[in-house]
T-cell receptor, first 110, second 113 residues
Framework: KNEVEQSPQNLTAQEGEFITINCSYS?????LHWLQQHPGGGIVSLFM???GKKKHGRLIATINIQEKHSSLHITASHPRDSAVYIC????????????FGKGTKLTVNP | NAGVTQTPKFQVLKTGQSMTLQCAQD?????MSWYRQDPGMGLRLIHY???????DQGEVPNGYNVSRSTTEDFPLRLLSAAPSQTSVYFC????????????FGEGSWLTVV
């Protein structure tokens, strides 16, 4: 069964701190998407990774194919980064489907 | 370019009623999908489509129907609403799943009483 596990479930940080959110996935996942869900419910795609590392502003996403692990880092965190971060694995082998982690709720305090 | 438009945003249904959640995209995306989001659980795939005329079931398809007569539209039909279908529903689209950005609708909050 394709599975995606995220940790931690909840994370509280002070403004300016370096944040790391982890995602482990099972065999059968060929790529990972990182998503951000705002308090109002809207979901925004941050990254899609199948190898290596990607950076956009203060956000960095890495993936280790051998260890089946991905991380999302936020540098110099800000209260506006407060959201739920979701990793989603793309299943391989025929049909393309996403399997979602349960999300990490990040709260950044000023 | 409106992205993914999902309607209605809020809906209350009585048990047994039917309704359709509408989803439209104007980006000429081939891949469209519907998810439900419940407290304590990740998003779960209901149905998806890889192009006009092609649909397939996801993880939780029971009680839902879809069709894809055009590239732009992918409606989700609740055949006979049940309280277990109370959830937040998201429609999403992408050119493909691998290597491209996924665009989500704003969500539809559905309550079945």
């Amino acid at each position: 069964k394709n599975e995606v596990e995220q940790s931690p479930q909840n994370l509280t940080a002070q403004e300016g701190e370096f944040i790391t959110i982890n995602c482990s996935y099972s065999v059968g996942i060929s790529a990972l998407h990182w998503l951000q869900q705002h308090p109002g419910g809207g979901i925004v795609s941050l990254f899609m990774l199948s190898s290596g590392k990607k950076k956009h502003g203060r956000l960095i996403a890495t993936i280790n194919i051998q260890e089946k692990h991905s991380s999302l880092h936020i540098t110099a965190s800000h209260p506006r980064d407060s959201a739920v971060y979701i990793c989603a694995g793309l299943t391989q082998g025929g049909s393309e489907k996403l399997v979602f982690g349960k999300g990490t709720k990040l709260t950044v305090n000023p | 370019n409106a992205g993914v438009t999902q309607t209605p945003k809020f809906q209350v249904l009585k048990t047994g009623q039917s309704m359709t959640l509408q989803c439209a995209q104007d980006m000429n995306h081939e891949y469209m999908s519907w998810y439900r989001q419940d407290p304590g659980m990740g998003l779960r795939l209901i149905h998806y489509s890889v192009g006009a005329g092609i649909t397939d079931q996801g993880e939780v398809p029971n009680g839902y129907n879809v069709s894809r007569s055009t590239t732009e539209d992918f409606p989700l039909r609740l055949l006979s609403a049940a309280p277990s279908q109370t959830s937040v529903y998201f429609c999403a689209s992408s050119y493909s799943m691998l290597g491209t950005t996924i665009y989500f609708g704003e969500g539809s909050w559905l309550t079945v009483v």
